[in-house]
């Protein structure tokens, strides 16, 4: 792909208001090359147009170009195994707010899992640092749900939860599990039916029951209440769903950063928003591809 001058795709914006279709698909299948870099450009031209048109299909271009980015983003972090499951949800982010820098909100992260590291020492029982990681996490950070809101968009966002300190269950549990991976402690997001948690692994068992891998629950979206097994029967119970492995036992990244996709999906659909909804497929369907890998 051959990068274009300013003064190129100057005129290459100049036939966007072309009659005929064939031409406008060269032109702008010419924009979308380009990439991301091309946006300042995009937008600085629908600044200086007075034409609806070519303002029209300035928007439709640095929204596809974004989605694109987005899409291409989030399929290289899940074939390469979606390791890091906070840069996952803010690729996810990333695609509502393209301006945002990863940098800038791990920074914010790795504050956090400083002052958690301070207090916590090996000889401290798994129980001893979720209780440190609970005290510091909702009480000094003041980190809560966000139950006025419950269904808002922006509660799947992780910027917006990080700004905020209020969130939904599934990005409380990926906060709360990506500080814990941060910190090598074998805490993870179990895929639990409209609720999410996170379970603590219990690592040194030779068990081979997959129950047992388990030492017990947390629940961010309640100050990081401890559960156990039991607790979780009661839930599916009352829920009246048929007990499933997969509510029970932690799950991939790819599969929480679905979830997550899922929630926003809800949420805009609630909205009206259809336009949303058919990019958040796309989005779904690149992890969904990669799920098997």
């Known amino acids: 792909m051959n990068k274009l001058t300013a003064d190129e795709i100057k005129a290459i914006v100049k036939l966007l208001d072309d009659p005929n279709e064939e031409i406008y698909n060269q032109v702008s ?15 600085k031209a629908w600044e200086q147009s007075f034409d609806e ?42 695609h509502q707010y393209p301006e945002l ?13 400083k002052d958690i590291w301070l207090e916590i020492n090996e000889n401290l029982t798994a129980l001893e640092k979720v209780r440190i990681i609970n005290h510091i996490f909702f009480k000094i950070y003041g980190f809560s749900s966000n139950s006025a809101n419950f269904y808002a968009p922006q ?13 939904n269950p599934i990005t409380l549990s990926i906060l709360y599990s990506a500080l814990a991976v941060k910190l090598n402690l074998p805490i993870y997001g179990v895929n639990l039916p409209k609720n999410f948690i996170v379970a ?3 690592v040194y068992t030779q068990s081979s029951n997959p129950y047992n891998k388990v030492l ?18 009661y839930f599916v119970k009352q829920q009246d769903l048929k007990p499933r492995k997969e509510y029970y036992l932690p799950c ?3 599969e929480i950063i679905k979830r997550l996709i ?8 609630k909205l009206g928003y259809p336009d949303k909804i058919e990019e958040l497929n796309q989005l779904y369907d690149i992890l969904e591809e990669n799920s098997s890998l």
């Open 29 to 43: 299948g010419k924009l979308l090359d380009q990439g991301t870099e091309v946006i300042p450009q995009l937008e």
């Open 53 to 94: 048109e070519i303002q029209s299909r300035l928007e439709n271009l640095i929204q596809e170009i974004q989605l694109n980015s987005a899409k291409k983003s989030l399929k290289k972090w899940a074939e390469t195994g979606g390791q890091d499951l906070f840069e996952g949800a803010f690729l996810v982010a990333k």
């Open 101 to 113: 820098e990863f940098a800038h909100y791990q920074s914010k992260l790795e504050v956090i899992k």
């Open 155 to 167: 509660n799947n966002y992780i910027n917006h939860v990080l700004e905020t300190k209020k969130g």
């Open 200 to 202: 603590y692994k219990n």
């Open 216 to 233: 017990f629950y947390i629940n961010p979206f309640n100050k990081g209440a401890i559960l156990g097994k039991k607790e979780i029967d």
């Open 252 to 254: 991939s990244n790819i």
């Open 262 to 269: 899922n929630n926003l999906i809800y949420s805009y659909d």
